[in-house]
């Protein structure tokens, strides 16, 4: 056998039915429903790029899901993790189709547009916070 121990069913696909499913519940602003696709195939992924792309996918999704529920904090820290695993995917222009320096840049300037920081500092001082109305952010895109 040779060095490459990948096999085929390891590599997440463009067309994978599970990262389908997770990129349409999140253009339809269901980020729970997102991050459970998302985890069905990230469990199924071995570790390497691929394993931590799928996991900055479910983090960003949770870290949504938290904001729509009034919890900057924690959206605050789901984030920050997703950034860590995105800065471990070498290919992040092109992964599966998507590209995921984009998916940054998008969530960064939506975190930045609502104050997500801004958000924790008054909510630990005791003021409630509810996430603004302002668009729903892309779905990441790509070749898809």
């Keep these: ?8 069913s ?9 990262l389908a499913a997770g990129l349409d ?4 602003g269901r980020w729970f429903a997102a991050h459970e696709h998302f985890e069905v195939r990230w469990r199924r992924t071995p570790h390497g790029p691929d394993r931590h792309a799928l996991q900055a ?6 870290a949504l899901e938290h904001a729509r529920r009034g919890h900057p ?5 789901q984030w920050t993790k997703a950034l860590g695993h995105l800065s471990r995917v070498p290919d ?9 320096v984009a998916l940054e840049r998008d969530l960064a300037a939506f ?21 603004p109305d302002a668009p729903v952010p892309p779905r990441p895109r790509g070749s898809r």
């Design 1 to 8: 056998m040779g060095g490459d121990m990948t096999r085929e």
């Design 10 to 18: 390891d590599v997440v696909a463009p067309d994978d039915p599970d």
């Design 25 to 28: 519940a999140w253009a339809d």
């Design 57 to 62: 996918l479910v983090q960003c999704a949770v």
């Design 73 to 77: 904090r924690a959206a605050l820290g």
């Design 92 to 100: 992040r222009a092109s992964w599966a189709g998507l590209d995921l």
């Design 111 to 131: 975190w930045a547009g609502v104050d997500l920081e801004g958000a924790v500092r008054s909510h630990e001082a005791g003021v409630p916070w509810r996430l």
